[in-house]
């Protein structure tokens, strides 16, 4: 399906750009899309777990960019549902639009958030921890408080559902140059990054599934999930690192 030019970072941001610039689509699209998907990946993982619908107690920790508006966006869905949600935003003056106007729906819909990283001692009274702090961007050591929220989510005992990426991972090599997060699942969003094969990416990254997020067929490889916003576990044989 994918062969390792696909899973670049660079080829993986310009199929965001195009879509936007050449297609008109809205990047609150593209994050809509991305958020259901990783919503319902969630429940599964809930219901896999016991927890029975919509009774779920769950934890998301966001970060300062499109990783932590998809989080904002997914806290949405997974309310409506009836699940208990209590958000860590990490960087509350981020100027990202659409993270900004995600968060902003969430504050109006009386969602619970705080607005610092969790002592190290804290423990997360959840079933889940969705880890939406860093994305592809990331290639260098994470800082502070960014930081000190993956090393409080690597301390906890609940599940954790990474993002795109586990937090700390670099997107193109599946190094983790600092502090990283080590997930059950990853829902990777439209095509997986290569670095969720390469070094530390498997262990990082627990069961990988894929989710569409709108994106023009033109633009994404023979194969690839078009629609709907829908995760499904990535094949074994769908990325060949040696290609």
Known sequence: MFNREHCTR???????????GDFGIPGLILMEHASIGIARRAEQMLADSGVASGMGRITICCGPGGNGGDG?????HLASLGHSIHLIDLTPTSAHPDRRTNREIC???????????PEPT?????DLIIDAILGSGM?????????????????????????????????????TPGAAVTANSTVALCI????????????????VWICPIGAPRTLLPRGAPIFPP?????PSNSISPLQ
């Open 10 to 20: 660079t080829a993986i941001e310009d199929i965001d750009r195009r879509a936007t």
């Open 72 to 76: 904002f966006a997914s806290a949405r």
């Open 107 to 117: 504050n109006r819909l009386g969602i619970q958030m705080q607005h610092h990283a």
């Open 122 to 126: 804290e423990t997360a009274p959840s």
């Open 139 to 175: 290639n260098s050591p994470p800082r502070e408080p960014l930081s000190n929220c993956i090393d409080w989510i690597e301390q906890q005992e609940e599940l954790v559902l990474s993002v795109d990426l586990p937090s700390g991972l670099v997107a193109d090599s599946g190094e």
């Open 192 to 207: 997986p990054h290569m670095g969720l094969l390469l070094n530390e990416g498997p262990a990082r990254a627990g069961e």
């Open 230 to 234: 829908e995760p499904h576990p990535l």
